[in-house]
């Protein structure tokens, strides 16, 4: 009843084509020309609906009508919506860079994009169902751990952390792990998103530079104390001279004092070569 007699634009968005139809003669094909139709709807409250529309005209005696076979989308749009959401979602996971990976609250890998795969040298049915554990070098067990459980018993949402994996082949890389805490409509925690990012040949320059910097520090302590051990020597060498300047040739002291001379001479030579 409340639908009789209205117009059919009332029911139609603005700028819908069928909207810029006033009057029609009844002469004239009425239909659009086209099969179908999707557009958001107006319900009786106001609200939209998606909804999608078959049109055909059919005749009686002299009259031309118009059936419209309409049906609410909204659940299948939204299907839609959700599967597309989730597709690039995916897209964007599996093209990323940096590893990604879903884990339980007790710890075990769910999923993993093709960078954690390569980063650890497993295949992703071989990660699902692994625990961190068994991919953490034993060192940087412990920190992880301790930061893990204060996560998941709501003391921080997330974590970083630089550690050492364990590859399938027993070899190790370092990685910058970020994790987050994934909570439910409740606020409840559901699960964790952590990204790993390869940082091994940072970590291999940080160590060369390291030892670099120490062989520096070495070679500074060292010069400095062949400088000041140098002096050291060139006034037992100067005093030395002195001695041997004021002894009669022949004399038994003059014999010692030569061979504190060559001594000095010989420490000398290995000062140059320290420097």
Request: aromatic share 6%; hydrophobic share 35%.
């Amino acid at each position: 009843d409340e639908v009789r007699g209205r117009f059919l634009t009332e029911f139609l968005p603005l700028g819908h084509p069928c909207t810029q139809r006033k009057t029609v003669p009844q002469s004239q094909q009425i239909e659009c020309g086209y099969t179908s139709c999707a557009f958001n709807g107006r319900r009786a409250d106001g609200t939209e609906v998606r909804m999608e529309a078959s049109c055909s005209g059919f005749g009686a005696g002299d009259e031309r009508f118009l059936m419209i076979a309409v049906r609410d989308i909204s659940n299948r749009e939204r299907r839609r919506v959700e599967r597309e959401s989730d597709r690039r979602f995916r897209t964007i996971v599996n093209a990323a860079a940096i590893g990604i990976g879903h884990c339980t609250l007790e710890g075990q890998l769910v999923e993993s994009n093709p960078a954690l795969q390569r980063m650890l040298g497993y295949s992703g049915e071989e990660l699902k169902g692994m625990h961190f554990r068994e991919l953490t070098d034993d060192g940087d067990f412990a920190a992880d751990r301790k930061l893990f459980d204060e996560l998941i018993l709501g003391q921080r949402e997330s974590y970083q952390l630089e550690k050492r994996y364990v590859r399938k082949d027993r070899s190790t890389v370092w990685g910058r792990l970020t994790l987050s805490l994934v909570r439910g409509p409740g606020g409840e925690p559901e699960f964790a998103i952590g990204m790993v990012e390869d940082i091994t040949e940072r970590k291999l320059a940080e160590q060369q530079l390291f030892e670099a910097q120490k062989m520096e520090a070495i070679g500074r302590l060292v010069g400095g104390v062949a400088h000041d051990f140098n002096n050291l020597l060139t006034g037992i060498l100067l005093y030395c001279d002195l001695m041997l300047a004021g002894l009669e040739r022949g004399s038994r002291l003059k014999k010692h004092a030569d061979e504190i001379h060559l001594a000095a001479e010989q420490g000398a030579a290995l000062i140059q070569q320290l420097l």
